[in-house]
């Protein structure tokens, strides 16, 4: 029973990530029409805003110490950090709340991100095939990927948690559980929350204002509502830009559970497409609820009572999901008839 | 070569078949037949031929191992301090190249898949006429490159390549590994984990699902089940799953009070960072301190995993803090290169360069053959990891290994690993028949 | 016993009667015309002649084999060829191609891996489209890219696309639909050209002055329903009619 | 329309010959050593085979590298059980790849679009995770399917081949795979490989098939299938077993290209099967120019080249190129493209895509017919040959 409460947790967990960047994927697909392959690298850039932000704060004073060398023949270095310098211990505070602090750095620069791309890419592909617009971004993300390796190698980088955060909660006390049987770090309950309230804005965002309004029309029918004499054009770069920030935070707080490189965005690329459509192509609630599904599955799969039946089944879950419910469902879990069919 | 005249005959036929437009190899030049092995250098300089991975999760160990290449290369051509030269037991290099022949290379990368591996190796033997083949970052890459190495008629000196395959059942006349394997890991932790674990634990395995995974979680299972320990299970992760949680909470209740993650790159730094989390570090199973244990320990890849690696430990080849007289020799004359202390994957590749350059002149010809043969059974000093022996059965290096475990207090970032045993040769070596290795006769390929 | 035997046909959306106990029969050799206003089921009908709509009951008999439960392609073989509202053609094919294709489709069936012969050897195919496209007046734009054409152009090559087929019963859905007064006309002289040649024809219009000018008999749908059917001159006085469009306008 | 057939009769004796000529073409670009020129031919016939189902259907698959993969353990099994004779491998490569093709194809091609293209990417995916793990009894995981001494080899030894100590080499009747003959040809070095001519002779066969293919009614209904799916219905056409066909026609070729692969080196290793070898032979297409004859296989040598040649640059080469500059210039000038080359040579071929792609949209052949119209547009201006008129039908 705690296995099996464990195993839902690790899907939730998952499945935020999943849904966090398969709903900026969707949003873009809805409302631009665009096949976007750089949404990863986006995901990717969001983890970096966190390494940027305590490399930055961790910029150290450097002082060297000539009566000491190091093993290899140079003067030891003797480093603090220049904000604990300045600020003492509100300097370390800073130093441990890294991670979520970042989430300040992540929100302008993936807006800024998402409208440049937009506006200096992707808007000149929106009539173009759809392979046309794989190949572009697909060679963006390369090229976005290999300036972050440039920058920061190709290792993955720590990211550790704030320090009062870094522990696991026996959450199962709470539920009647034997102590010590459902430990969950905390860290991870913090993600699930994150991915909640992220999830619950953008649907808000859509849902109840007027320029969320105006985004769900063009979505249905772009051509009528640009009748309508509305600039369409501009509330889509805007979305676009959404879409960017919402994957830079999905990245940014997952840092301290994968340590970031540059190559994460490819890794999970494959990942958030399948969730798109099994989630229906442009259906946001289908991108969450598929995010959740298969997040929740692969961590079942993964069982070792499911395992010593079915070898191999937790590698290929994710794909046999996928063709199952496309060959039920043709349009995906939500999705709506007519898109991305031609 | 018995089949040699039907070559010959079918060789003349096919080539007729051929057909117009090319001409029929009889209006060739003889020399193109005089060339009696692959590569044969005949200017005043010898190529050799660098296959790292330049690109792919292995990048930053690729780039090491360049560094250490270009290293082994100044000191070979006399240049810079001399770096282990000075410590190596064999004294034959001069410092004027390689018999006499000025050291140049060629680099390619492997991107840490088989297919690219072999592409770049053949570039490199084909077109840039390297006359050795040497890096490397992974097993599968290791041995397909070793195979190809003995298609074309050229010695390879392995890279990071830690999976028993290499030198056992995988192995080639061709190839030779200075790197240790995970037979020689299990070997040498298991007496370090009995004085600091005890005999009486229960451990749970998460291993990478596929060959060196395989290997590495064998080898443990024998060592730690010969001292006492029980296996509570063995559970397969995909490479690269990135999140392993689903993985890991299962251990929290299957009362195992030691966790091993057979795990390497990048799935080690996600693996080890998400058992941290999950408190295993700090959990008490059994009245007992739960462990966890990294059999195959990288210090690039340790410092991705940060203050994680605490306390854990786990086998390495070579570390840049030991205190003999070549690696002293070695970090000082790399770190005075480059401003930071070489990996253990810069180490290896260093030593391959040098054995293969010194073997390359005790033979005094760079044939393949013959540069095998002066490397088979050869015993030298100096060059890191004390008395070591290249064993002729397998073509393996047998030294001692180190135990290493994550610092409590690391004074840089390069300091992330601590040195707390070192096993000595005679307890990690291990039989000609334990791993099956029937390497064939050398090709001298042409 | 006509060509086209419609019996008791019923299909429902959802809650909507979307066709109601329809009765239809075309005689072979004749322009039938189905009329009616906006949402009366006209287009809800064809689609339940050509396989792409099944009825919820009632049969739909061509030629002594139903067609319900077959697919478009099937019921395309049987010999029913459809012209639709708004052209459907091979945009990025040349016009010459987009008659070929369906010469090959009578000639070879549904489906022929036929990789190895080359359409430059096709003469037979070839003389026959290219006949079919002076036929209708387009053997100078043979070698244009279809979507480069005109919309009256697109639709002409459509009814070549129908006609080299050699089809039993022409299914046309307005074909006149968004033109102009002249391509009306011209449209029109030709599907009079095609009925004299005596294929069977069903139209759906809108223009009266078409259908009057076309039709040898005429069923009027309202709400899913027939509520006429005749002559052309029977039809123009009846006051059910009048009444079904809009309150009686004079036709 | 003879005109047509003519130019396509040129056009095949032209990519012949280069074909055939490559070694000496291509040795003065340092990409005349066998093992490029071997991935040139291979590639170009899996991009071929791509663009039969791609350009001409439109539909987008992104798992043909599963059948890549399978075409490669069917040929090591193959030289492993049977014989080091190519021909049995790569019949049996290619009849695998199609039979694979077949059950993949029945299933995904249910569906359309993006759909179609994920469903395809599950299967490659699936099987490339099965091959890497689970099914390492068929195909040895991590390091790959190889050759072993003590391989049965029932067929050689029926016929009293026999291979000696060494590991055997796989061989027609006779003339090893990689059997290389060396010829200075003013001042370069000529290598003409046997395992290279076998894969041209190969290239030569299957761009003949495609031109056919192109040209047939065949090919012209799969042009349909891509125009308007509708129309092919309500003409009585059946589009399923039209794609179908396509697929496994492509999936043909892409066991050949996967035998081949094993012909000339025999190993083969599950990351052939992953996702991103998918994406290349995608990414190769579209960079050649989708739907076009020749696009293919220069996209293929394009991709294939750059990562050869590029990522063998290094920094000390380049500075020794630049030597010339006085240090100032060059050590920046060098450190910037030092991140295109070398290490760097992913982010040329990232920025390469998004040029071709921004500024070509029909690819490399687009390119070429923009300069060979400003050719004929000047040679035309100059009054001497009026631009000919497009030919009318066909």
Redesign the interface.
Known sequence: MDVILLQLLNGLDKGGAYALIALGLTLIFGTLGVVNFAHGALFMLGAFCAVSLSAFMGLEKVTIDETQMTAWGTPLEVRTPYIVDWFGSAGEFMLDFSVPLSILLAIPVMLLVGLIMERGLIKHFYKRAHADQILVTFGLAIVLQELVKAQFGANPLPQPAPETLSGAADIGMALGFDPHTVVYPYWRLVYFAFAAVVIAAVFAFLQFTTFGMVVRAGMADRETVGLLGIDIDRRFTIVFGIAAVVAGLAGVMYTPILPPDYHMGMDFLVLSFVVVVVGGMGSLGGAVLAGFLLGILQSFASMNEIKSILPGIDQIIIYLVAIVILLLRPRGLLGRKGVMET | MSTFSINRRGLLKGSAALGAGIAAPTIFPSYAWAASYTNEPTGSSVTLGFNVPQTGAYADEGADELRAYQLAVKHLNGEGDGGMLSTFSSKVLKGNGILGKKVEYVTGDTQTKSDAARASAKRMIQKDGAIMITGGSSSGVAIAVQGLCQEEGVIFMAGLTHSNDTTGKDCRANGFRHFFNTEMSGAALAPVLKNAYGTDRIAYHLTADYTWGWSQEGSIKKYTEQLGWQTAAAVRTPLGAGDFSQYLTPVLNSGADVLVLNHYGKDMVNSLTQAVQFGMRDKQVNGKDFAIVVPLYSRLMAQGAGENVKGIFGSTNWHWSLQDEGSKAFVKSFGQEYGFPPSQAAHTTYCQAILYADAVERAGSFRPSAVGAALEDFEFDGLGNGPTLYRGFDHQCFKDVLVVKGKENPTSKFDVLEVVEVTPRAQVEYGTDLLGCNKGPFNDGA | MGILEVQNVNKRFGGLKALHEVNLTVEEGTVHAIIGPNGAGKSTLLNCFVGRLKPDTGSVVFNGTSLLGLKPHEINQAGVSRVFQTPEIFGNLSCFENVMIPAFARRDGSFTLNAVSRLSGERSIQEKAMHMLEDLNMGDKAGVQADQLSRGDKRRLELAMCLVQEPKLLLLDEPTAGMSRGDTNTTVELLRTIASRGITMVVIEHDMHVVFSLAQKITVLAQGTPIAEGLPQDIKGDPRVQEAYLGGAHL | ??T??KTDTLLLWVFA?AT??GPIILAPF?A?????LQ?FAIFGIFAIGFNLL?GLTGY?SFGHAAFLGVGSYTAVWSFKLLSMNPIPAIILATLLGGLFALVIGF?TL??????FS??T???A??SY??A???L?PITN????L?LD?ADPRLLDTAFG???????P?S??????M???????FMGWEI??N?GF?VCAVVLILCFWIAM??F???????L??V???Q?????????TR??TL?AFVISGCYAGLAGGL?AVT?P?A?A??MQ??AS?EV??MT??GG?GTLLGPVLGAGAIKYM??IF??F?K?ELLDFFSFLPTAIAEPLVSVLA?FV??????T??????L???FL?GGLMEGFNRILGLFNRRRGAAGKHPAKT?????
């Open positions: 329309m003879t047509s057939t010959l055939l000529f340092g005349g050593y066998p093992d490029l991935k791609f987008l299933i249910r569906r359309a679009g993006i759909y994920i469903l990417l599950a299967f995916q699936m995770n099965l890497y793990s689970v390492t995981g991590e390091t790959g190889q001494q081949i026999e291979y000696g100590a060494a590991l080499v061989s027609l009747f006779g003339l090893d990689n059997q290389t003959w060396t010829w200075d290598q003409l046997a001519y056919r293919i040209r047939s009614p065949f090919g012209m209904m042009k349909a891509k125009s308007n509708n129309r092919m219905n309500y003409t009585g056409l059946n077993p039209y066909a692969m080196d190993l290793g990351e052939r996702w991103t994406g995608v990414l579209i960079l989708t990562e050869q990522s063998a290094n000390p991140l070398g290490e760097g040579w992913h982010l071929l990232g920025v390469m895509f998004m071709i792609v921004i949209p497009p030919a009318a039908a066909e």
